[in-house]
């Protein structure tokens, strides 16, 4: 089963996992995001001209970048080397048939921090290779 998603359930998706635990799941596994400062100065200025200013979080800011076209970069600290992804790629590794199970679980309302990191992992590497 392949699923199509819009950009906006994709990113929708994706912040929930950035908030719920995803990212303290991968930062265990020795994946840590690293976006620079002036990548983030930048998506947040975008992100106040949208939002009211006591609604935002990091995460809204995290998003920005990948609205904007540019990619979430993170260190894989094993491995030794920088990932990242960006809509396009993350749009084409949710709507595969191994991540159905995942998009599924998080249609139901199940955005846990497992749910979370699997989500992450299937963006940045096309499949969950951190059980």
């Not at 392949?2 to 990212?23: M, Q, R």
């Not at 199970?101 to 992450?120: F, P, R, S, V």
């Amino acid at each position: 089963m392949k699923i199509i998603l819009e950009d906006k359930e994709v990113l929708e998706f994706i912040h929930s996992a950035l908030c719920n635990g995803g990212l303290s799941e991968l930062a265990m596994c020795g994946v840590r995001l690293n976006v620079s400062k002036s990548d983030y100065e930048r998506a947040k200025v975008k992100v106040f001209e949208h939002i009211d200013s006591d609604t935002v979080c990091r995460e809204d800011v995290w998003v920005q970048i990948l609205r904007g076209g540019q990619s979430l970069k993170f260190y894989d600290h094993e491995g030794g080397e920088e990932i990242s992804f960006d809509l396009r790629k993350a749009k084409k590794n949710l709507s595969s048939e191994d991540a159905a199970e995942i998009i599924l679980e998080y249609k139901e309302g199940n955005d846990d921090a497992i749910t979370a990191t699997e989500l992450l992992q299937h963006c940045l590497y096309g499949e969950v290779i951190f059980a």
